[in-house]
């Protein structure tokens, strides 16, 4: 039997570690991440194969926060303000635990805390477009400015679903955008900054970072020394979430 094989030059030339692995995952250093949130079509497929009811399913709605905390009847990852949702709008609604394994089912896991603060603020391509340089540090995930992503009022236009921006389903922000339709920042990612608010596997069992700030708020939640961390049990609209995976060590030339 004749068995092919790349030579080591060949592997660490088309291999190193800061370039795209496939069109949906970026390579850090040591670790891929999703380029973009993972969206209601891929948690579909999930739970589906799994057989999967969530939290937010099972209590009959996720919440919101309206002047405090407020469960809303319908809204699931399915349809995460109580309407029909498009397949490439992030899945939220989501516990840490639901997140954890999901990405455990698609062979990945969640990002530690310090693996989604690199690949959030430094800049690790090695020729990236212009606005970023290699090596660089950010303090926000879009850059050197919070323009282009969906923050609460001072990002600047996102290209958000018209039925959500409606009092009568939230008295504030515009609501999520789909997955990849906001400005890609540092390492070419998506929606860090904004959007949602992304579960990281940091803290404790029953309180866990989230990062990046969500919709709902403004630029000051994006910047890089900010961080919430909320009950592991949380399951509301303004929290979703992205996997990543280990690199192995070749990739780390």
């Not at 891929?42 to 589906?48: D, G, S, V």
């Not at 319908?74 to 995460?80: E, I, L």
């Not at 090596?135 to 995930?141: A, D, F, S």
């Not at 949602?196 to 890089?224: C, K, L, N, V």
Request: with cysteine; hydrophobic share 35%.
């Amino acid at each position: 039997m004749r068995h092919s094989f790349i030579p080591l030059l060949a592997w660490l030339t088309l291999a190193p570690w800061a370039h795209a692995l496939a069109e949906d995952l970026q390579a850090i250093r040591g670790f891929a991440i999703d380029r973009k949130e993972v969206s209601i079509a891929q948690f579909a497929r999930y739970a589906q194969a799994t057989g999967t009811v969530t939290a937010a399913e099972k209590a009959g709605g996720g919440s919101t926060f309206e002047g405090g905390w407020v469960q809303r009847k319908g809204w699931t990852w399915r349809t995460p303000f109580g309407l029909q949702a498009s397949d490439n709008e992030p899945a939220v609604h989501i516990t840490f635990a639901e997140a954890r394994a999901y990405c455990q089912w698609a062979g990945q896991r969640l990002p530690t805390d310090a693996e989604w603060m690199e690949a959030a603020y430094t800049e690790r391509r090695a020729q990236p477009p212009a606005g970023f340089t290699t090596g660089q540090t950010y303090p926000y995930p879009t850059g050197s400015s919070p323009q282009g992503a969906n923050c609460l009022g001072d990002c600047g236009a996102a290209p958000t679903p018209a039925a959500y921006a409606n009092p009568a389903i939230t008295t504030r922000g515009r609501g999520h955008a789909p997955t990849g339709s906001t400005k890609a920042g540092v390492n070419g990612l998506f929606e860090m900054g904004a959007n949602a608010w992304e579960w990281t596997d940091g803290g404790t069992d029953s309180a866990r970072p989230t990062r990046g700030g969500s919709w709902w708020y403004g630029a000051a939640q994006m910047h890089r020394d900010h961080v919430q961390t909320k009950p592991a049990d949380t399951a509301v609209v303004y929290i979703g979430f992205r996997c990543a995976k280990s690199l192995p060590s070749l990739e780390l030339k």
